[in-house]
Every structure is written in structure tokens, then in C-alpha cells.
């Protein structure tokens, strides 16, 4: 975890339960103000204070929602996206 890591909401698979928000242990993820096609306020991470720890990602029970990714690289971190394409 030494890279900067960087974590990315899929805005159409986010049901915004909130549950990310509530664990993440530096409190860096927020409810967005903006609203998904599928009508919720989605999950956001304004880019600052992720450690990488992957604890949003183990607790989101939306699959392919939310991702934790090393900066740098862009490879993922924590979930598998088979569509991932940064
Ligand atoms: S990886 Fe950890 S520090 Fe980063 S947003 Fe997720 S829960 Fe928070
Ligand atoms: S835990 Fe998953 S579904 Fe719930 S708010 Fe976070 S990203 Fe969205």
C-alpha cells in the first residue's frame, strides 16, 4: 500500500446503501449529490485519504460496484472488474 491508491464508484451498479461510507476507516467516501439512472444518490470519493485498505470493497454487497485501485498503475486492487479498462 505504499503506491497512492485510488477508489472508482460505478454510479449504475451502486444501490446506495451506504454501508462503504459507514466502514471506510478514514472516512473518504461520501453520498454523492448526484442521482444514477437507477434513481440513487451513488457513492462518491472526492480523491483524497484512501489508504487502500479494501474495506469498502469487502463490504459492498453490489458486485462490480465499487473498486479500489492502485493510482499509478491503474490495475485493480481489490474486486475484479471484467470490464475494467483504465
Ligand atoms: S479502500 Fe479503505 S480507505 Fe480507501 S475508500 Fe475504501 S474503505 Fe476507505
Ligand atoms: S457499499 Fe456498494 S452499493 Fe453500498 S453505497 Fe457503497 S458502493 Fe454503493
Known amino acids: 500500500m505504499n503506491q497512492k491508491s485510488n ?38 470519493y472526492y480523491g483524497e485519504g484512501c489508504i487502500g485498505c479494501g474495506t469498502c470493497f469487502y463490504v459492498c454487497p453490489e458486485p462490480g460496484a465499487i473498486a479500489v485501485v492502485r493510482d499509478e498503475q491503474k490495475n485493480v486492487e481489490c474486486g475484479v472488474w471484467s470490464d475494467f479498462s483504465h
Request: aromatic share 8%.
Open 7 to 44: 477508489v472508482i464508484v460505478k454510479p449504475e451498479l451502486c444501490k446506495a446503501c451506504g454501508l462503504c461510507i459507514e466502514f471506510c476507516p478514514k472516512k473518504v467516501l461520501s453520498k454523492g449529490k448526484a442521482i444514477s439512472g437507477m434513481g440513487y444518490e451513488f457513492t462518491v
